[in-house]
């Protein structure tokens, strides 16, 4: 069955794609190139900057030319990038390939869920999506776990070698990806008004939008928030006096929850709703960050740490689902880039607020503020999903 066949392909690209084996060390290879503090944070903002300008077009280019191709371009461009960070000896093209890099991830975010979603809906098969995206997602959880782990250990023998191993796996996941057989949208377009009104009616098939509208920005502040928390992590854990070793212990463990938290979700949908395992996860975000903020003990810290970091990706693969289903198939990629963009601007945004608030506050106090952001969410987006088109 063609189906079969390209889901094959599609979990193969998913496991070769995800053993970026540089992903741990990237910041100290980029010093053990000769680049200061300062211009190692160059190249985060140049990666930023250039995800910010290209997430909408590349998600329109994968709309026009094919979701497949456009994973495949965006997989090909990852490749060159690391060969060319070994290959570059001058610091300014070292700084410049974050933005190649930052341009291959934006070919293929958008694009990857959404060619997942028009090959099950091809066959009738969208109510599978969360089940076999989940598994999915944990998959390449475990692999990008195991990967930082492993490009580690390499390069104590070699800098250069996580990056030329990174460059074959991308091949290859580029190659699993040019097995698959996937008809290219129809570069046909429908007229629309041209203001943003009719732009979403056309594009959003939610009605009320509003309430869509609402349902986004709310899971895009949940989203900036556990992003925020997760990476401030290492300030958290060590105010609460845990070691660096356990530090380091704790985000590899976090990767494995998270692959669990992946897992969790198809089970969790038996019992409960999509609407309802959203405000469950949300609530026990706010409970445990109340409860975080009056542990004194290290290892009852590290463990609810560890539980506070998975969570969220119970709601953010559930909201995917609901998501998926309420956008048009014909402008899906573009719609889901520019999602991205917005997620990763609320993420930005929370993230400057977070440092500003860490100057001021507590950690305790700090930690009482996350359990307010979860408890309003979790208020408002219940609201939003108990309403029905």
């Not at 300062?38 to 997430?55: D, G, P």
């Not at 979403?200 to 009605?207: G, H, K, Q, S």
Request: aromatic share 12%; hydrophobic share 50%; glycine share 8%.
């Amino acid at each position: 069955m063609k189906l079969n066949r390209n889901l094959r392909y599609y979990y193969i690209y998913s496991i070769t794609s995800a053993a970026i084996l540089t992903r741990g060390i990237f910041l100290i290879y980029l010093q053990q190139k000769g680049l200061s503090v300062v211009e190692v944070s160059m190249y985060s903002v140049v990666y930023n900057v250039c995800t910010a300008v290209s997430e909408i077009p590349t998600g329109y280019i994968g709309d026009r030319i094919g979701r497949r191709n456009s994973i495949i371009m965006g997989t090909i461009l990852l490749a060159c990038q690391a060969g060319l960070m070994v290959a570059a000896q001058e610091k300014i093209w070292l700084i410049l390939l974050a933005g190649l890099e930052a341009v291959a991830y934006t070919f293929i975010s958008g694009s990857d869920s959404a060619l997942l979603y028009q090959m099950l809906a091809s066959q009738k098969m969208e109510e599978q999506y969360l089940k076999i995206n989940s598994r999915i997602l944990a998959v390449q959880s475990v692999v990008t776990g195991g990967a930082i782990f492993i490009g580690a250990q390499i390069a104590q023998y070699s800098w250069n070698l996580p990056y030329l191993l990174t460059m074959l796996a991308l091949v290859a996941a580029a190659a699993s990806m040019c097995r698959m057989k996937v008809a290219v949208p129809s570069e046909k377009t429908e007229r629309h008004t041209g203001k943003w009104c009719g732009v979403l009616r056309d594009n959003i098939l939610y009605r009320p939008i509003g309430i869509f509208l609402l349902f986004f920005t709310g899971i895009s502040m949940v989203d900036g928030i556990a992003c925020g928390y997760y990476n401030l992590n290492q300030l958290i854990l060590k105010s609460a006096g845990i070691s660096v070793s356990a530090i380091g212990l704790f985000f590899a463990l976090s990767y494995i929850g998270n692959a669990f938290a992946y897992l969790a979700v198809n089970p969790l949908n038996r019992i409960f709703s999509r609407s309802r395992m959203i405000f469950l996860a949300l609530t026990a975000e706010f409970a445990g960050f109340l409860m975080l903020s009056q542990v004194r003990n290290k290892g009852m810290f590290f463990v609810i740490s560890l539980i506070l970091c998975f969570v969220p990706e119970i709601i953010f693969t559930v909201a995917d689902s609901i998501i998926q289903e309420w956008i048009v198939e014909k402008n899906r990629a573009t719609i889901l880039s520019i999602m991205s963009l917005i997620r990763s601007l609320c993420s930005g945004v929370i993230y400057g607020i977070f440092g500003i608030v860490l100057e001021i506050v507590t950690i305790e106090q700090f930690l009482i503020f996350l359990a307010a952001g979860f408890g309003v969410s979790a208020v408002s987006v219940m609201v939003v999903l108990r309403k029905r088109r």
